[in-house]
């Protein structure tokens, strides 16, 4: 399976600001998500990032609050805009490889915004 | 839409206690279903992959399991090292869905030794 590893790993930010999320893999994937994981409950995919074109987002999650970048096949990165407390969460990147369906997920990103 | 409920919510065993935590899901078309672990202020550590009914794979203590309307993960004399939450995930085949995996909201283990 792929390593994947995210920066940083937590953060405590003010209401009002943003924070950029990476997502580095050590080999190629074919596709890269982003997942949400409020405290205490399960995980809640945000957008499939795609490699070359604007990322497909689910339901309740919109662009100008998570811009997301794929510039190639190993990298992604997540922003969290404007930031207010409900925005405290987990936030976890997962790939899935060549020629696979299954979804490998990396340590997470804590986030705490007061 | 996809749906996946796991229960209990939370399970307390003793060491050595065997027990089973159900996944119970609808989905349009399965591709898989699949297991994960997850220990506390860690991202989901990936168990298993079940595709068809009938199917089953085993690691270590844990054995899961697959029907045509549920998934059970079966965890055998358990040691404290198993406490962790355990979460269950589909996978339709829908094309415009991609790899969207749906979760459902995860098993709390906990193994007192």
């Known amino acids: 399976s792929a390593v994947i590893s995210q920066k940083p790993s937590r953060d405590i930010c003010q209401r009002g600001t943003s924070l950029t999320i990476q997502c580095q893999v050590d080999s190629q994937v074919t596709m890269m998500f982003w997942y949400r994981q409020q405290p205490g409950q399960s995980l809640t995919l945000i957008a499939t990032?795609?490699?070359?074109?604007?990322?497909?987002?689910e339901s309740g999650f919109v662009i100008d609050k998570f811009p997301i970048s794929r510039p190639n096949l190993t990298f992604s990165t997540l922003t969290v805009s404007n930031m207010s407390p409900e925005d405290s969460s987990i936030y976890l990147c997962?790939?899935?490889?060549?020629?696979?369906?299954?979804?490998?997920f990396g340590p997470g990103t804590r986030l705490t915004v007061t | 839409e996809d749906q996946v409920t796991q229960s209990p919510e939370a399970l307390r065993l003793q060491e050595g206690e065997s027990s089973s935590l159900n996944c119970s899901y609808t989905?349009?078309?399965?591709?898989?279903l699949f297991w994960y672990r997850q220990d506390p202020g860690k991202g989901p550590e990936f168990l298993f992959t079940?595709?068809?009914a009938g199917e089953e794979k085993e690691k270590e203590r844990l054995k899961a399991t697959l029907t045509k309307k549920e998934s059970f993960l079966h965890i055998t004399a358990p040691k404290p090292e198993d406490s962790a939450t355990y979460l269950c995930a589909v996978q339709g085949f829908i094309k415009a869905a991609g790899n969207k995996l749906t979760f459902g909201g995860g098993t709390r283990v906990l193994v007192k030794p």
């Open positions: 990032a795609n490699q070359g074109s604007e990322a497909t987002y």
């Open positions: 989905v349009s078309g399965l591709r898989g």
């Open positions: 079940l595709y068809s």
């Open positions: 997962s790939v899935v490889g060549q020629g696979s369906y299954e979804q490998y």
